[in-house]
Nanobody, 114 residues
Framework: QVQFVESGGGLVQPGGSLRLSCAAS????????MNWYRQAPGKERELVAD????????NYANSVKGRFTISRDNAKNTVYLQMNSLKPEDTGVYYC???????WGQGTRVTVSS
């Protein structure tokens, strides 16, 4: 059974940082591109970043480019999202997902507010 467990969210002031983690299981993690999505209140879920199976290629949404960094540790079946210079518009629930699979985790909530 494919599972994702996201963690690391919380309340942070504008300009602050958070590091999200996602522990994956139930599939061959090292063979799959991994994605981070987010869903802001009242909006559709959007792709924030993705990383290739080896970590050699990453892509970012324009809204987070230069502030967020996606990485992975294939030995730990974990993908990370380092978020710096956070803005109120980064508020939402963040989810990880493996490309090609339909399963979602419960997400982790990020609130950026003073």
């Amino acid at each position: 059974q494919v599972q994702f467990v996201e963690s690391g969210g919380g309340l942070v002031q504008p300009g602050g940082s958070l590091r999200l983690s996602c522990a994956a299981s139930g599939f061959t993690f090292s063979s799959n591109t991994m994605n981070w999505y987010r869903q802001a209140p009242g909006k559709e879920r959007e792709l924030v970043a993705d990383i290739s199976s080896t970590g050699g290629r990453t892509n970012y949404a324009n809204s987070v480019k230069g502030r967020f960094t996606i990485s992975r540790d294939n030995a730990k079946n974990t993908v990370y999202l380092q978020m710096n210079s956070l803005k109120p518009e980064d508020t939402g629930v963040y989810y990880c997902k493996a490309a090609g699979f339909r399963s979602w985790g419960q997400g982790t909530r990020v609130t950026v507010s003073s």
